[in-house]
Nanobody
Framework: QVQLVESGGGLVQTGGSLRLSCAAS????????MGWFRQAPGKERQFVAT???????YHIDSVKGRFTISRDNVKNTAYLQMNSLKLEDTAVYYC?????????????????WGQGTQVTVSS
């Protein structure tokens, strides 16, 4: 069983930055593909970015150039650096882990989820 604990959320003004962290335990971290999702009030949970166990990364278009996913296999932690934040980035952000390198943009692919961390962007 894998446990994921997110941290780093908070309240920030438009144009500001936050770095989310996701600490993993219970499995060899390097064997997991990691993803970040977000869910705004009244909306479906949306894929944001992924960093596969093979080293491939992918970000959705709306965050490209602003958000960067990374991972540290020594610290067993994944990160989401968020810069130039916009009002529409406000959501609960979830970290997820998958035991595959396929289908990483799909919510259904992920086996383990964190509890989420709130990111609120204000004007």
């Amino acid at each position: 069983q894998v446990q994921l604990v997110e941290s780093g959320g908070g309240l920030v003004q438009t144009g500001g930055s936050l770095r989310l962290s996701c600490a993993a335990s219970g499995r060899t971290f390097s064997s997991l593909s990691m993803g970040w999702f977000r869910q705004a009030p009244g909306k479906e949970r949306q894929f944001v970015a992924t960093f596969s166990r093979s080293g491939a990364t992918y970000h959705i278009d709306s965050v490209k150039g602003r958000f960067t996913i990374s991972r540290d296999n020594v610290k067993n932690t994944a990160y989401l650096q968020m810069n130039s934040l916009k009002l529409e980035d406000t959501a609960v952000y979830y970290c997820a882990a998958a035991e595959t390198i396929l289908g990483l943009t799909s919510r259904q692919t992920y086996d383990y989820w964190g509890q989420g961390t709130q990111v609120t962007v204000s004007s």
